[in-house]
Structures are given as structure tokens and as C-alpha cells.
């Protein structure tokens, strides 16, 4: 057998092995909890692991808000769900996570038209955008994986506080855990690596971190009301967020997560299962993977930071502070 004949076989092998630990291990949302009467936002919701919790919200009878940047994409997955569920009470409302714009517009129509929010699912996130800026002069990556979703909570947390045992579910990553330190302040900075995919790969880290911390800080704004908030890893998940990746790069993982990884209706569990389960109220703030809390990433373990990071944003997006 050839070097490279050899080299693929053992390669096979290697990813057979993770494809049966991950259909072995990946946990499933077994509650039964009806949402007839509720209303659920989900972000980026035309497709992956928002559609499929999307989907799951409209089969237990939930109002479903499918917050897409694309209208077209939006309105078709709403018009699929629909068909899937029999429920007629889902809809596309348009909303760009890298327009602060768009998404002030968003939260002023709900604020202005829904009577409550009970639960909303922070899943909008691309993976890569180079040296890209927003109209709004942030990093666009880091806009739309966390600053964005952010200034959408903020807009709506009073809606949701008015809401009984509402919740606020903020889809991280585990390569958080790959960030042992950042400086918070410097958060609009494409990092000075020699190549720029290795920066990529920071920037990503440093959102799906970020978007953690901010549910650490969020949970403690949020004592004494009974609104929760949570974050989680959903795994590794054949979803189109490598989709602004280089061509070859693109192709090569398309096929390894298709056929080796989580299917989105996998991924979609803890979503789920963080929106709906009962007896998790009091774990608000941590961080969850395949349907059960996991403990946190080290950095994660400092309270002032992510205090600190929690100011460094509202200075950033000129916000007052909340409470």
C-alpha cells in the first residue's frame, strides 16, 4: 500500500472513530414542554442549527420569529416550517446583525407589536470575514457574533423581564477555550498574525468568548427577576458557517463535517434544550454542551472580567449603562 493510500486509510479510521463518539455522546432534548401561547426568537434561523430549533419551537405550538438577514432564505424557511408543523403562527421579520441599524429596527418593532418574549436564541454567526469593518466601523465577525446580539438583547430586556420565566440563549463555541488571555480593550483590532487565517481563527475564539462572559454578566444583572440566560457549545455541526472560507478550504471541510460530524437537528439539541427544559432556572449563566451543564472554560472563571468586558461593550456601543 502506498504512502498516500496509507495515510487517507488511517485518516478514515481516525474520523470513523469520532463520527461513533459523536453519535454516542450527542445529547438529545427530551422534554415535552408545550409553548402554546409563547413567542421564541430565533436568529439566523434560514438554516443549520437555527432552523432546526426554529422548527422544534413551532411543533410545540410556539409564536416563531425567524430573524434572517436574507429575505428571501427567511421568508422560504418560515414558509417550510409552516408546512412541516401545521403551525401558521411562524414569521420572517428581516434583521442583519451587521447593521446596528437593523438590528435598533428590529427590537423597535417587536418592543412596539409583541406583548411578550419568552424565549430568544442569540444563533446568528458567520465564521470568517477577514479584515471586513460594518457600516458601524467594528470588526464585522465580531459584530455579528457578538456585538450585535448583544445590542439585541439589551433593546429587548425589558420585554423579556416583563415576560415570566423568560430566557436568553447565547450559542458559543468551545474554541473559547483556546483564548487563554485578551485584551478587552482591544476588541476592533485584526490581530497581528503572519497569516491572516490564523487571525481568523482568534477572532472567532474571542466572539464565542465573549458571547460567554456576557452570560455570565447578563445572569447577574438578571437576580431577581425570573428571567434566565444561558450559553453553549452546540459541537461541531455541518452548517453553512464555513461558507465564506477560501474555495479549496471550503470543498475540504464541507465534506468531513457532512459526513463526520453533528447533522444541524443534532447541533439544534442543546439550543433546545436550554429554551425549554424545567430545573434549570437556577443554573443561569452557565455555560451547557449536549444537554447537561459542563464547567466553565478557565478564563471564564473571572468574574471581573467578564464585568469588565460588560462595560467595555456598552462604551463601545454608547449604551447607558443597564441597571
Given at each position: 500500500m502506498?504512502l498516500?493510500?496509507?495515510?487517507?486509510?488511517?485518516?478514515t479510521?481516525?474520523?470513523?472513530?469520532?463520527?461513533?463518539?459523536?453519535?454516542?455522546?450527542?445529547?438529545w432534548?427530551?422534554?415535552n414542554?408545550?409553548?402554546?401561547g409563547k413567542t421564541?426568537?430565533?436568529?439566523?434561523?434560514?438554516?443549520g442549527?437555527g432552523?432546526e430549533?426554529?422548527?422544534?419551537?413551532?411543533k410545540?405550538?410556539?409564536k416563531?420569529?425567524?430573524?434572517?438577514?436574507?429575505?428571501d432564505r427567511?421568508?422560504?424557511?418560515?414558509e417550510?416550517i409552516i408546512?412541516?408543523?401545521?403551525?401558521?403562527?411562524?414569521f420572517f421579520?428581516?434583521l442583519?446583525?451587521?447593521s446596528?441599524?437593523?438590528v435598533?429596527?428590529?427590537?423597535?418593532?417587536i418592543?412596539?407589536?409583541?406583548?411578550r418574549l419568552?424565549?430568544?436564541?442569540?444563533?446568528?454567526g458567520v465564521?470568517?470575514?477577514?479584515r471586513?469593518k460594518s457600516?458601524?466601523?467594528?470588526?464585522?465577525l465580531?459584530?455579528i457574533?457578538?456585538?450585535?446580539?448583544f445590542?439585541l438583547?439589551?433593546?429587548l430586556l425589558d420585554?423579556?423581564?416583563?415576560?415570566s420565566?423568560?430566557r436568553v440563549?447565547?450559542?458559543?463555541?468551545?474554541?473559547?477555550?483556546?483564548?487563554?488571555?485578551?485584551?478587552i480593550e482591544?476588541l476592533n483590532?485584526?490581530?497581528?498574525?503572519?497569516?491572516d487565517?490564523?487571525?481568523?481563527?482568534?477572532?472567532?475564539s474571542?466572539?464565542?468568548?465573549?458571547?460567554?462572559?456576557?452570560t455570565i454578566?447578563l445572569?447577574?444583572?438578571?437576580?431577581?427577576t425570573s428571567?434566565?440566560?444561558?450559553?453553549?457549545?452546540?459541537g461541531v455541526?455541518?452548517?453553512?458557517?464555513?461558507?465564506?472560507?477560501?474555495?479549496v478550504?471550503?470543498?475540504s471541510?464541507?465534506?468531513t463535517?457532512k459526513?463526520?460530524?453533528?447533522?444541524?437537528?443534532?447541533?439544534?439539541?442543546?439550543n433546545?434544550?436550554?429554551s425549554?427544559?424545567?430545573?434549570?432556572?437556577?443554573?443561569?449563566g452557565?455555560?451547557f454542551?449536549?444537554?447537561y451543564?459542563?464547567?466553565?472554560y478557565?478564563?471564564?472563571?473571572?468574574?471581573?472580567?467578564a464585568e469588565?468586558?460588560w462595560?467595555?461593550?456598552e462604551r463601545?456601543?454608547?449604551?447607558?449603562?443597564?441597571?
Amino acid at each position: 500500500m502506498s504512502l498516500t493510500l496509507s495515510i487517507l486509510f488511517y485518516v478514515t479510521i481516525f474520523l470513523g472513530i469520532i463520527k461513533l463518539y459523536i453519535k454516542l455522546t450527542t445529547g438529545w432534548c427530551k422534554s415535552n414542554v408545550c409553548l402554546i401561547g409563547k413567542t421564541a426568537i430565533v436568529t439566523g434561523a434560514n438554516t443549520g442549527i437555527g432552523y432546526e430549533t426554529a422548527e422544534d419551537f413551532a411543533k410545540r405550538g410556539a409564536k416563531v420569529i425567524l430573524a434572517c438577514r436574507n429575505e428571501d432564505r427567511g421568508t422560504k424557511a418560515a414558509e417550510n416550517i409552516i408546512k412541516s408543523t401545521d403551525n401558521t403562527n411562524v414569521f420572517f421579520k428581516h434583521l442583519d446583525m451587521s447593521s446596528f441599524e437593523s438590528v435598533r429596527k428590529f427590537a423597535e418593532d417587536i418592543n412596539k407589536f409583541e406583548k411578550r418574549l419568552d424565549i430568544l436564541v442569540n444563533n446568528a454567526g458567520v465564521g470568517t470575514c477577514g479584515r471586513k469593518k460594518s457600516e458601524n466601523g467594528l470588526l464585522m465577525l465580531m459584530q455579528i457574533n457578538y456585538f450585535g446580539p448583544f445590542l439585541l438583547t439589551y433593546l429587548l430586556l425589558d420585554l423579556l423581564k416583563k415576560t415570566s420565566n423568560s430566557r436568553v440563549i447565547n450559542v458559543s463555541s468551545i474554541v473559547a477555550k483556546l483564548l487563554k488571555n485578551f485584551d478587552i480593550e482591544d476588541l476592533n483590532n485584526f490581530p497581528k498574525f503572519k497569516f491572516d487565517w490564523l487571525g481568523n481563527v482568534y477572532l472567532y475564539s474571542l466572539s464565542k468568548l465573549c458571547n460567554i462572559l456576557f452570560t455570565i454578566e447578563l445572569s447577574k444583572k438578571l437576580k431577581g427577576t425570573s428571567t434566565t440566560t444561558y450559553s453553549l457549545h452546540p459541537g461541531v455541526v455541518n452548517t453553512k458557517i464555513i461558507r465564506d472560507l477560501p474555495p479549496v478550504m471550503k470543498y475540504s471541510n464541507s465534506l468531513t463535517f457532512k459526513h463526520f460530524f453533528k447533522s444541524p437537528i443534532e447541533g439544534a439539541q442543546t439550543n433546545i434544550y436550554c429554551s425549554v427544559a424545567k430545573g434549570i432556572e437556577k443554573l443561569s449563566g452557565e455555560h451547557f454542551h449536549n444537554c447537561y451543564r459542563v464547567s466553565r472554560y478557565n478564563i471564564m472563571e473571572s468574574q471581573e472580567l467578564a464585568e469588565r468586558l460588560w462595560k467595555t461593550t456598552e462604551r463601545i456601543l454608547n449604551l447607558q449603562e443597564m441597571m
